[in-house]
């Protein structure tokens, strides 16, 4: 297929450093030393990174002196190219070693889609030119250019850059030295020359760029000589300014002012409007990104489970015990009901929890789950509850009341079920007298305990016994599984039910009647037993003895 003339593909990380080099523009790049340092970088706006020895170094806590190995190097790199676009060039020492591990090196950097290396001419293992730079061996310079041309003969990509950096200043060598050395460099193939000074002033790096004219790019690395305009640069005809170590520099600064203050107050109120927030972590992290890809990948929110409590009612029944608390803070063995159903969610992995209080909604303080409040509770049924929820809805969602304790497997099987509206039956109780209020369900065959997965459907749910077609077959434990399609038909369920005058009385089994009259198939989950909800004292004494494993 032809290609449309005006589209070219995205230049490679190499093409740009190398654009970079050659660009008669003064270019800069900043120093980073891991993912995050690296995306700040880029984000600041500048074109490429200098993936500094000493900073790299510096934030594993060794030395400058080729203390990390050159694999965990690369692997440090291989974080900030994943979060990155734009070119880092590897401040590669020596190449750790001769011109058979120099060539390892660059088939390994381009690999991991660094755009260039800068090898520097003193013996492995090297330290760094701040320290004691005039004792430190340079290498001998015809050994050095076989490493610079067996770097170039091993690259893949023509455009990966190789740097050679000319260490005679720093050695106490002179600038005929450094002159010859440089020439002999280009020679073997080296893209650019950076040559280092730690004078304060910028009088050799002028002198160097002066007698060098421009035979290669000119790369130059302030940190001494940090005071220079860098418009002498430009004159001067510089290609590239490093700054070499700021990013690390500044990160310790920080930590220590925070780390020793927090130490001394014993608070973080003088220092959470200075650093970072969680949230900016979280975006540097891409947060987002991984959201988008969930929606993509995951079917969004469909995968997760959210879960609706009802939990308005105080539990009248209860006198004196629900006073302060609604009836889902009751504990029951020490343990609030409530807590204990969110303890049930979390097994079945369900993170995501809405309760609807109303009675003391200021007493619900079960931690990771979020509260709303239904305002007209003491007027209200289920429905109004449940519409306070409905800005919670998901595609997956279970709805229930929050006086339930139930054995594990009821939640998984009724999240298991294929249904898009499931309700949960026990036919146990289908023999009947029962307490408290139950809700009497009849459908479409009696639970067959032999055979499993039957399908059978919801008819009708009434409080009244005789409220359905002969001897009903079970009764709804309170449980409504929603997925799909379901999370619709309940909304439509709830849109319409809203517009009857005597709304504000109705509760869930109106909704399910409801959902099978307008002809939406209501599953049925059969259970025989081993739940019960808390409506009496008696309730909690038998409510105990359950969770003890005793009922
Ligand atoms: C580095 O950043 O590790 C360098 C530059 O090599 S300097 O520390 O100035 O030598
Ligand atoms: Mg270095």
Redesign the pocket.
Known sequence: MNRPENINPPLSRAARLRGMLLSPELEFIM?AHNGLSARVVEEAGFKGI?A??????AQFGVR?NNEASWTQVVDVLEFMTDVTRVPILL?G?TGYGNFNNMRRLVRKLEQRGVGGV?I?DKLFPKA???IDGERQPLADADEFCGKIKAGKDSQHDDDFCIVA?IEAL?AGWDMKEALRRAEAYRQAGADAILI?S?LSRPDDILTFAREWGNRAPVVI?P??YYSTPVEMYRRAGISMV?W??HMIRAAVAAMQSVAAEVRETESLLNVEDRIASVNEIFRLQGADELKEAELRYAGGTQGRVHAIVLAASRGEELDRLTQARPKVMLPISGKPLLRRLVDEFKKQGINDTTVVAGYRADAINIPGVKVTVNAEYASTGELASLACAQADFADNMVILYGDLLFRSYILRDALEHEGEIVTVVDSAAAAGPLSGSPDYAWCSAADDRAVIDRDVTLARIDKDPGGGQGPCQGRWIGMLRVRGAGRQWLAEALHELKQRPDCHALGLPHVLNHLVQHGRPVRVLYINGHWLDVNSLEDLDRAGDFTQGNA
């Open positions: 120093e200098w500094s020895g000493l900073a790299l170094s400058d401040d020492d800068c520097e760094n030119s701040f950096r720093i280092h730690k690395v940190t001494k490093i070499a170590n």
